[in-house]
């Protein structure tokens, strides 16, 4: 069955660029929607965006000014970039499939901890 | 934006006992609605899709109703593995989760 890796950075500064890539393996990252969701320690679970394979997004409008969903086909991967990153951004980061109908988020990553902190 | 109320936040529970817990939507988002537990340290995992479809591979003591704007997740007989925290989720316009209801051992 699919399987979902984050990668990228445990630490990051204020004010900078938070980079996570998913990669995508035992199956293909064409005909989904990829999304980003994030949970800060202790609490609940927040939605950042997704990427359709083609390459269009669709964003929380409560992150759309800081938030860049990109994809990679041929590297079966895709990524977030959020910046100006402050401590309320210091969460678990997950990926996650969406099927094209039958739901969202049938496989997940097993998450990557981010921390801000300088 | 839709909000999603989830109740209750908590609650305490014994093996064998029938668990409900409800969400309702701000607005009406159809059966786009999904319920996923998690436990401590791991990703969540989708239980329903549709607001009643069974993920395969999900015990059938799990089952989930509702449309419109207000959903239930049953389980109908609570086994140890189920205590985890649970969540529903709205993918009618965005994405927005319910808050969470944390099943305790009683």
């Known amino acids: 069955q699919v399987q979902l890796q984050e990668s990228g950075p445990g630490l990051v500064r204020p004010s900078e660029t938070l980079s996570l890539t998913c990669t995508v393996s035992?199956?293909?990252?064409?005909?989904?929607?990829w999304s980003w969701l994030r949970q800060p320690p202790g609490k609940g679970l927040e939605w950042i965006g997704y990427i359709y394979y083609s390459g269009s997004t669709n964003y929380n409008p409560s992150l759309k000014s800081r938030v860049t969903i990109s994809i990679d086909t041929s590297k079966n991967h895709f990524s977030l970039k959020l910046n100006s990153v402050t401590a309320a951004d210091t969460a678990v980061y997950y990926c996650?499939?969406?099927?094209?109908?039958?739901?969202?988020?049938?496989?997940w990553g097993q998450g990557a901890l981010v921390t801000v902190s300088s | 934006d839709i909000q999603m109320t989830q109740s209750p936040s908590s609650l305490s529970a014994s093996v064998g006992d029938r668990v409900t817990i409800t969400c309702r939507a701000s607005q009406d988002i159809t059966n786009d609605l999904g319920w996923y537990q998690q436990k401590p340290g791991k990703a969540p995992k989708r239980l329903i899709y549709?607001?009643?479809s069974l993920q395969s591979g999900v015990p059938s003591r799990f089952s989930g109703s509702g449309s419109g704007t207000e959903f239930t997740l049953t389980i109908s007989s609570l086994q140890p593995e189920d205590f985890a925290t649970y969540y529903c989720?709205?993918?009618?316009?965005?994405?927005?989760f319910g808050q969470g209801t944390k099943v305790e051992i009683k």
């Open positions: 996650a499939r969406e099927p094209p109908s039958g739901g969202v988020f049938d496989y």
């Open positions: 035992r199956g293909s990252i064409s005909g989904y929607f």
């Open positions: 989720l709205q993918h009618n316009s965005y994405r927005t």
């Open positions: 549709s607001a009643s």
